[in-house]
């Protein structure tokens, strides 16, 4: 979507107002900057290298497919000298963050490299096929703000790393990723090729899309002057996303209720939920960024969300003033929304906590389209869908960054922008929460939540999904 359209949206939804919320109102120059995501996650590289060994003459490829969350894979294929044999192996890739300094536990921002996970699956050759396995590096480019392939190095029996030589290093767009160039790393029939060929075209939207609305609340505690900053991102970022998700299918998105600033407190929550009124073809998405916390007389895993109006008055109402989101999830699922997403990023522990603050780093730069298929199977599916999410398990914190926002919202679009990709052959929700919670649960390991700042202090964060009401336990409250 381009910018000119998107604040064309921005000017008009400006006007739209309730008495209990305040107009939505962007800023052309914040847009500008930090409004960057686009319909795609993932990029591909073409590499050829040669190993760290001297004796070894062989040019290695590698095609190497990178999600924005720093997973993917590699397909690392040679021809053996001497003969017409081919080695084609697949191995898994991810991303490992470089301290910042030794035992500081922070991550270094400006550089990355990709190690392996699991065994090579040999797909011609066997596993006595000689195989270096390469680690490739990745440096951040500042005039570009994007990781860059910097070189390749190879471990030793010492587990030491040696550098090898990266001869080319490409980015590769959709149109590079035509057949011809296709065929020397997959065969007929298996699913990279298959979700290639058979993504569709938006004209598969037609029809499912032309009776759908999305609806969507969005609450968040811009004024609290430690967390302003990041929740002010996610509430930008998540009205951006779905307005983009709307834009590509076609889908009439309605106007978004906004709970923020000086408008943010319980009972205009209550309002927005209770206004809903959803058809039973549409779409509901609640989302929310703020403070989370327990109560000691109610069992249930997930928080209650912290409505306190800005003021010194209200600093002893969050007992009162507060909602839980299993109640707010069953508020909105009894409208009967053919899908439902319910989602908080917050914290599941003590009121007096606070969300501890780090850095997320996204290495991928994401140049691949959706997949029309993918995406029908997630929004336009015709069975009814609940689906409830919050950042963190029980006594739990959520980490935030001020300069990106919160973690658990970055890495839940990320693992929907993965799994809508064309790279993809079929898709479900369990797929997008398996990589959310894994992907979030892998960065927050980096933010330290003791003393000293130590990999065994590391934060811990499990975001939590729950699909199916029966899994829940104690008793649902009315909210109206």
């Not at 499912?208 to 505690?221: C, E, R």
């Not at 990709?421 to 390991?445: F, L, M």
């Amino acid at each position: 979507m381009n910018l000119l359209y998107y604040l064309v949206v921005l000017v008009s939804l400006s006007t739209f107002n309730l008495q209990y919320m305040r107009p939505v109102l962007f800023y052309a120059l914040l847009l500008a900057s930090s409004l960057c995501l686009t319909v795609s996650a993932q990029t591909v590289y073409h590499f050829q290298y040669r190993s760290a060994d001297t004796g070894d003459s062989i040019l290695y490829n590698a095609f190497f497919l990178q999600n924005n969350t720093g997973s993917g894979f590699m397909r690392i294929r040679y021809d053996v000298p001497g003969n017409n044999d081919i080695i084609l192996a697949e191995i898994g890739i991810h991303s490992t963050d470089l301290e910042l300094k030794p035992g500081s536990g922070l991550p270094d921002t400006s550089q990355t490299y990709y190690d392996t996970t699991g065994r090579p699956d040999f797909k011609f050759g066997n596993s006595f096929s000689k195989l270096p396995i390469p680690l490739f590096w990745f440096k951040m480019n500042p005039n570009s703000n994007a990781f860059e392939p910097s070189g390749v190095f190879f471990r030793n029996a010492g587990k030491d790393m040696q550098a090898g030589t990266l001869v080319l290093a490409e980015t590769l767009n959709a149109d590079a990723l035509n057949r011809d160039f296709l065929a020397g790393f997959f065969s007929p029939g298996e699913d990279f090729l298959v979700g290639m060929d058979q993504s569709g075209s938006r004209g598969i939207f037609k029809d499912l899309a032309v009776n759908v609305k999305m609806y969507t609340i969005i609450v968040a505690n811009t004024l609290d002057p430690e967390i302003g900053k990041s929740t002010l991102l996610d509430r930008d970022q998540m009205m951006h996303y779905f307005d983009t998700l709307c834009t590509y299918a076609g889908i009439k998105k309605m106007p978004p209720l906004v709970i923020d600033g000086d408008n943010y407190n319980k009972a205009n929550v209550i309002k927005a939920i209770k206004g809903l009124k959803p058809g039973p073809n549409d779409i509901v998405v609640f989302y929310y960024s703020g403070h989370g916390f327990r109560k000691d007389n109610d069992p249930r895993v997930y928080p209650y969300i912290d409505l306190r109006p800005h003021g010194p008055k209200f600093a002893a109402t969050y007992l009162v003033n507060s909602l839980n989101m299993q109640d707010i999830y069953t508020a909105i699922i009894s409208q009967n929304a053919r899908l439902n997403l319910v989602i908080s990023d917050c914290c599941n522990t003590k009121v007096e906590d606070r969300k501890p603050v780090g850095k997320s780093v996204l290495t991928g730069r994401g140049i691949l389209d959706w997949s029309p298929a993918n995406f029908v199977n997630l929004f336009l599916n015709p069975q009814p869908r609940n689906l409830l999410f919050t950042a963190a398990d029980v006594n739990q914190k959520a980490a935030c960054d001020s300069a990106t926002g919160s973690f658990f919202s970055i890495y839940f679009r990320e693992a929907l922008n993965n799994n809508l990709s064309r790279t993809r052959n079929s898709t479900n929700w369990d797929q997008v929460i398996s990589e959310a919670r894994d992907e979030t649960t892998r960065k927050v390991r980096h933010i330290c939540c003791g003393d000293p700042c130590i990999w065994a202090n590391g934060c811990l964060q499990n975001p939590v999904p729950v699909t199916d009401v029966n899994r829940f336990t104690g008793k649902f409250k009315k909210l109206f």
